[in-house]
């Protein structure tokens, strides 16, 4: 069973730093496009920043370039986003996603597998 696990979220004061980790199991991810997206209660997601199945290519929101950084490990089968200088309007749900393919950058609803999420809270 193909399966992504979040971890790393929590609370934090503005400006502070996060490290979410989104580990796999049930497949290899080397792969695997990984994506990080966000989403409020009753809204969309929305795509935060994506990594290519090798790592040689990264794409991210700009309300988050310069601040945040997407990683991967595929010896380690696990992704990560450091997220630095939070906002409070970075106070979301945060999950990461799948899909195969060497050439794809960003994974795409509905997903090849997902997280349940992790909550990042940012107070000021």
């Known amino acids: 069973q193909l399966q992504l696990v979040e971890s790393g979220g929590g609370s934090v004061q503005v400006g502070g730093s996060l490290r979410l980790s989104c580990a796999a199991s049930?497949?290899?991810?080397?792969?695997?496009?990984i994506g990080w997206f966000r989403q409020a209660p009753g809204k969309d997601a929305e795509k935060v920043a994506c990594?290519?199945?090798?790592?040689?290519?990264?794409n991210y929101a700009e309300s988050v370039k310069g601040r945040f950084t997407i990683s991967r490990d595929n010896a380690e089968n696990t992704g990560y986003l450091q997220m630095n200088s939070l906002k409070p309007e970075d106070t979301y749900i945060y999950f990461c996603?799948?899909?195969?393919?060497?050439?794809?950058?960003?994974?795409?609803?509905?997903?090849?597998?997902r997280g349940q999420g992790t909550q990042v809270t940012v107070s000021s």
């Open positions: 990594i290519s199945s090798t790592g040689l290519s990264t």
């Open positions: 996603a799948a899909d195969q393919g060497v050439y794809r950058l960003c994974p795409a609803y509905p997903y090849h597998a």
């Open positions: 049930g497949f290899s991810l080397d792969e695997y496009a």
